[in-house]
């Protein structure tokens, strides 16, 4: 049964109070009172029974609760136990006639109150009620609000711990027991320092709790610099941040809340991004800006002590035929194992580096003399010198030095590097693989090396190489076979520069690839241009260098100039070193095996300086071996067994031998008895310009047969 002095409403401002109990007149009594209340009036319903009421309670918007423990359907503290169960937050009174141990013992329970029978009527009851549910509201709002912060603190990543004014804690987060080792139930009550026990990272001397300060000085206070936590199991995590006081609404301190945080992971990101800002990724031996740190401090330290200093500039030789052949990944093991063996050469107190690239620089400290350097450089160019096995490679490499020592070449670091950078040139000017001290007269040679680079980068654009062209002859016949395509720079101010000036400068520039491309598609576009004129030329020869020949695209590269200039790859010869085959036989006869595939006669030039075998040039189809023309210059010194032994060979072989640099009568009467067929040289022909050459197509020969003069009776009628 259900009564109720006002409907059921959601929005409403009067509480609700469901009274249960089986008895009328107690109903009654308490209605008439409650809706009578002077501070407004209470909406009330009645129920006579528990199960009742339950149903009613777990419909909601009841305020409060007023029940007689003995209903029809459940007695004594069962009933209360039930209420309780439903609606835990909601205030009960229980209804009593007498002052028993029932009414105490629900108040032990949880009731919030109990009301005699002979105070139903009183008007302070409903007053009473009133605080009682306010009260509750505010502690609902209390536990609301302390979960949110409680939820809040533990969703942060930052460490929390708060403290009375006695300094022992009374509250730790989530991460403040990930960090300390402590849980908030554990910790609680033990002192800050226990919990949080600090030292200094510099020292590791023990340090006052920031928070022991903030509670005696009530102002906030920040963590020192590299304050280092140690946690419950000894482990330690480097912290900052700071401790700040708590104060209730009158301003006054109640205790202090400490925030921080592990900064652990940032420091070592921080040393990291140092240790890289100072060292080369790959070799992880010290970068440009380190090494001059270093320098400077040598230099001071060797003024100090009157000692010397000394840098060594290395660069490796040939290394980026590595790198094309064998790709990046090989040439970054091959500069990591030279890294080790620089740096095992070396005291601990000297300096390895790398600037980047196959350059390393090497401070050398603590030397008694300039000359202690060239010892130094001695044993690099020994331990380098041996094979380094790569994967399945096993490489060779030399390198170049250059070497500049203080305080006789210079007092400042930038000059120091400079100077033993041109040493290092001048080394590789005297043949590479040796080291070589600066000299001030090397500055004119770098300033020349200089300005020819940087003259060669619009050598191009502005159309300033030419191609001279060269007769190959038939020995026996003197009739002309073909012409080499020999590169000349016409300068608008120095003249004609002949290649020994500029190519091994544009090799180690980059440029040597596009001035390849240039000669290879002029010396086609103009054979084609000869044969359109009705000029007959056997074949024409272009010298491929190393960087071009394992250049990506160079395959690709001949192809597209051969379409563009229409020239029939079959009278392209093209000459490459033995020693750029030699450098990786199996991706050379790849190469070799495409440009063959299209037509093309592929030349040995300069053969005999490299160390091919029989095999590899069986292997390679080549088509013709020149002979160095050192060999051929020996025959004149009645020394031509190596020529002879090309020719022989290059017979067994079937291939075409071409003799270079043939200059006298009895280099060619001996060539001649050896059976060489053809041969090429200033005895012949100069290189000339390509309309000079086109006259000498005209005639197609090379001097006289019969009856020879002078040596010059049998040089082509060269247009001077």
């Known amino acids: 049964m259900s009564h109720s002095t006002l409907p059921l409403r959601k929005d409403r401002m009067a509480n609700r109070i469901l009274i249960i109990t089986s008895d009328a007149a107690d109903a009654e009594s308490l209605k008439n009172v409650f809706g009578q209340a002077e501070d407004g009036a209470f909406d009330t319903e009645w129920v006579t029974c528990l199960s009742a009421g339950l149903e009613r309670l777990r419909a909601g918007d009841i305020d409060a609760i007023l029940v007689d423990l003995f209903l029809p359907d459940s007695q004594g503290m069962a009933t209360f136990d039930q209420l309780l169960t439903v609606v835990p937050q909601t205030p009960i009174l229980t209804l009593h006639k007498t002052d028993n141990m029932l009414a105490k013992e629900t108040m032990q329970r949880g009731a919030q109150g109990h009301l005699l029978k002979d105070y139903f009527s009183n008007r302070l009851v409903p007053h009473s009620l009133r605080n009682i549910i306010q009260r509750k509201a505010v502690e609902e709002s209390l536990f609301i609000e302390r979960s949110r912060a409680e939820i809040t603190l533990n969703s942060i990543s930052d460490a929390v711990i708060s403290t009375d004014m006695a300094g022992n804690v009374d509250y730790l987060n989530t991460a403040a027991e990930k960090m300390t080792g402590w849980l908030n139930g554990e910790a609680r009550g033990n002192p800050i320092h226990d919990v949080m026990r600090i030292i200094n990272g510099k020292t590791n001397n023990s340090v006052t709790n920031p928070v022991e300060f903030v509670l005696q000085q009530n102002k906030p206070m920040t963590l020192a610099t590299d304050t280092i936590l140690i946690r419950r199991d000894g482990s330690e995590v480097t912290i900052e941040d700071s401790a700040a006081p708590i104060h209730d609404s009158n301003g006054r301190i109640r205790g202090a809340v400490i925030v921080f945080h592990d900064v652990t992971p940032a420091r070592a990101i921080v040393a990291k991004m140092a240790y890289l800002a100072q060292h080369d990724s790959l070799t992880n031996l010290p970068n440009r800006a380190l090494l001059n740190d270093r320098i ?277 010869q093209l000459e490459i070193t033995e020693s750029v085959l030699m450098r990786d036989v199996e991706s050379s006869n790849l190469i070799l095996q495409q440009l063959k595939n299209m037509g093309i006669k592929l030349a040995v030039d300069d053969f005999g300086t490299g160390y091919s075998s029989l095999s590899y040039l069986h292997q390679f189809s080549i088509d013709i071996l020149k002979i160095d023309q050192s060999f051929v210059r020996d025959i004149s010194c009645e020394n031509g067994i190596i020529a002879s032994a090309v020719i022989a060979m290059g017979a067994s072989l079937k291939q075409l031998v071409i003799a270079e640099g043939v200059e006298k009568q009895d280099q060619l009467a001996f060539l001649k008895t050896q059976h060489c067929e053809e041969g090429q040289g200033y005895f012949f022909s100069r290189p000339i310009i390509a309309e000079q050459f086109a006259q000498l197509l005209a005639t197609g020969h090379c001097g006289k047969q019969e009856n020879q003069g002078s040596d010059d009776e049998y040089r082509c009628a060269t247009i001077e």
């Open 296 to 572: 400077v401090q040598a230099i001071e330290l060797a003024k100090r002590r009157g000692t010397y200093l000394a840098l060594l500039f290395l660069d490796l030789d040939n290394f980026k035929h590595i790198n094309d052949s064998l790709g990046h990944s090989t040439g970054d093991k091959l500069l990591q194992s030279i890294a080790q063996d620089l740096s095992a050469c070396v005291r601990s107190s000297d300096t390895v580096s790398r600037l980047g690239g196959d350059e390393f620089v090497i401070l050398l400290t603590q030397d008694k003399d300039a000359q202690d350097a060239a010892v130094t450089a001695d044993k690099m160019l020994t331990v380098l010198a041996k094979p380094h096995t790569i994967a399945e490679h096993v490489l060779y490499i030399t390198t170049s030095i250059g070497i500049s020592v203080y305080p006789a070449d210079s007092q400042d670091p930038k000059t120091l590097i400079k100077n033993a950078d041109i040493a290092m040139y001048h080394a590789k000017e005297r043949g590479r693989n040796n080291y070589q001290f600066f000299k001030n007269d090397m500055n004119l040679r770098a300033f020349e090396r200089l300005a020819i680079e940087t003259h060669l980068r619009h050598a191009l654009m502005r159309q300033e190489f030419e191609l001279y062209y060269q007769p190959k002859v038939n020995l026996d016949s003197g009739k002309i076979t073909g012409a080499e395509a020999l590169l000349r720079w016409k300068h608008p101010e120095w003249g004609l520069v002949l290649p020994d000036r500029f190519v091994q400068i544009a090799e180690d520039c980059g440029l040597i690839v596009p001035i390849g491309r240039w000669v290879l598609r002029e010396a086609c576009a103009q054979a084609k241009r000869w044969e359109t004129a009705g000029l007959k030329l056997g074949s024409i020869a272009v010298n491929i260098s190393a960087l071009e020949f394992r250049f990506k695209d160079f395959v690709a590269g001949v192809q597209l100039i051969l379409n563009e200039t229409g020239f029939d790859p079959c009278h392209l």
